[in-house]
């Protein structure tokens, strides 16, 4: 089994700046493909950016796509870093991370089989 844990939430002022990170542990079979969603409260979740194990990347939608949200990895840490920059009120979310041993990028849920339990990103005066 695989599993995942993410951390760097917090609390932080419009404007500034995190790195969220997803710490990979268990079972080794791979490769895997990383995604991160957020859910906002009261809001359907939604795909940030995606990485495959060889480093290519998708960005999705307004969040992901505008830039702020790049996606890294450290492979020999395993672990998958989203840095969220610029940060403003409507970026409140959990952010989460899943994986997929398909190695392929896709944004429905149903697609990945293992899930963090996210971390909790507060953007607030």
């Known amino acids: 089994q695989l599993h995942l844990a993410e951390s760097g939430g917090d609390l932080v002022q419009p404007g500034g700046s995190l790195r969220l990170s997803c710490a990979m542990s268990g079972f080794t079979g791979g490769p895997y493909a990383t995604i991160w969603f957020r859910q906002a409260p009261g809001k359907e979740r939604e795909a940030v950016a995606c990485?495959?194990?060889?480093?290519?990347?998708?960005?999705y939608g307004n969040s992901g796509g505008s830039g702020r949200f790049p996606i890294s990895q450290d492979n020999a840490k395993r672990t998958v870093f989203l840095d969220l920059n610029g940060l403003q009120p409507e970026d409140t979310a959990v952010y989460i991370c899943?994986?997929?041993?398909?190695?392929?990028?896709?944004?429905?849920?149903?697609?990945?089989?293992?899930w963090g339990r996210g971390t909790q990103v507060t953007v607030s005066t």
């Open positions: 990485i495959t194990s060889s480093g290519g990347y998708v960005l």
């Open positions: 899943a994986a997929t041993n398909r190695n392929l990028c896709e944004p429905d849920e149903s697609s990945y089989s293992f």
